[in-house]
């Protein structure tokens, strides 16, 4: 029997208030189609690509792009953090666990640890769901620096307004 809900019939009420759009971001496992320039500078051979900053829920998803090896950050989680990775190799100094080419990891709020990308592997992306801020901190767990939905968001805004794309971040603020 089937359910007079589950027809093919599109929703016909009035939309919901305050509901922002939905967002698609096309292809984003065609790695190499992406417009170079899209990809902004985190720190040296670090890049990321913004998919979504959700100002309004507090976190951001991204693709993180790593052509280097070594230690990239030590830090904490305020919130829970989701990462898929879709090439290359990373792992944790604090964790036995490694993530390689199709692994998932949940990383749960309050972890500290620190991420490195070993020697021989010519690049890594992963793609991260982060909520809340990352606290970066030195080796005993002192704070040194934060980063949340609206410092990545001010730091695409800045890049893209400063290579002639102002604006482009604007597409993916919910």
């Known amino acids: 029997m089937t359910r007079p809900d589950a027809q093919a019939i599109p929703y016909q009420g009035p939309p919901l208030p305050s509901v922002p759009p939905d967002l698609v971001v096309a292809n984003i496992l065609d790695l190499e189609s992406f417009d170079k320039r ?40 305020t919130g829970p953090v989701a990462a898929t990775t879709l090439k290359g190799r990373w792992h944790y100094l604090e964790h036995e666990w490694w993530a390689e080419q199709g692994s998932f990891s949940y990383e749960p709020p309050g972890d500290i640890h620190t991420l490195e990308v070993p020697d021989g592997v010519d690049e890594t992306i992963v793609l991260f769901h982060v909520t809340g801020a990352y606290i970066y901190v ?37």
């Open 138 to 174: 030195d080796p005993l767990g002192e704070a040194i620096a934060t980063e949340d939905v609206f410092s990545k968001l001010a730091t695409a805004k800045e890049y893209y307004k400063s290579i002639g794309l102002e604006g482009y971040e604007q597409q993916f603020i919910r």
């Open 38 to 77: 899209y990809w902004v500078p985190q720190a040296e051979g670090v890049w990321f690509r913004p998919l979504l900053f959700n100002v309004s829920q507090g976190y951001f998803v991204n693709l993180l792009r790593v052509r280097r090896s070594g230690i990239l950050s030590r830090h904490r989680h």
